[in-house]
Nanobody, 121 residues
Framework: QVHLVESGGGLMQAGGSLRLSCAASGLTFSTYAMAWFRQAPGKEREFVAAIGWKSSTNYVDSVKGRFTISRDNAKNTVYLQMNSLKPEDTAVYYC???????????????WGQGTQVTVSS
């Protein structure tokens, strides 16, 4: 059974940084694409970033240049480094595992429970 556990969320002022982590188990981590999505109150879940098993990356335009996704296959962990945070980045951030670095949520078969990120102005 695939298990994804996010951590690292919290409250941060605008302009600050946070690093999210997602620890995976129950899968051959190095062969999966991993992604981060987010969902703000009253809004649909939104793609943020993905990283392929060969470390190719894909980002939504609104975070390019500010967020960096990376992975450590030895630790079965994917990270999201978030810099220059903005109030509009406030959301629950979810980790997901799938077969490609698409921005389509339905292509990811396993999801974590999410971690809250709140950015104050």
């Amino acid at each position: 059974q695939v298990h994804l556990v996010e951590s690292g969320g919290g409250l941060m002022q605008a302009g600050g940084s946070l690093r999210l982590s997602c620890a995976a188990s129950g899968l051959t981590f190095s062969t999966y694409a991993m992604a981060w999505f987010r969902q703000a109150p009253g809004k649909e879940r939104e793609f943020v970033a993905a990283i392929g098993w060969k470390s190719s990356t894909n980002y939504v335009d609104s975070v390019k240049g500010r967020f960096t996704i990376s992975r450590d296959n030895a630790k079965n962990t994917v990270y999201l480094q978030m810099n220059s945070l903005k109030p509009e980045d406030t959301a629950v951030y979810y980790c997901a595992a799938g077969s490609g670095t698409t921005g389509v949520a339905s292509t990811y078969g396993a999801w974590g429970q999410g971690t809250q990120v709140t950015v104050s102005s």
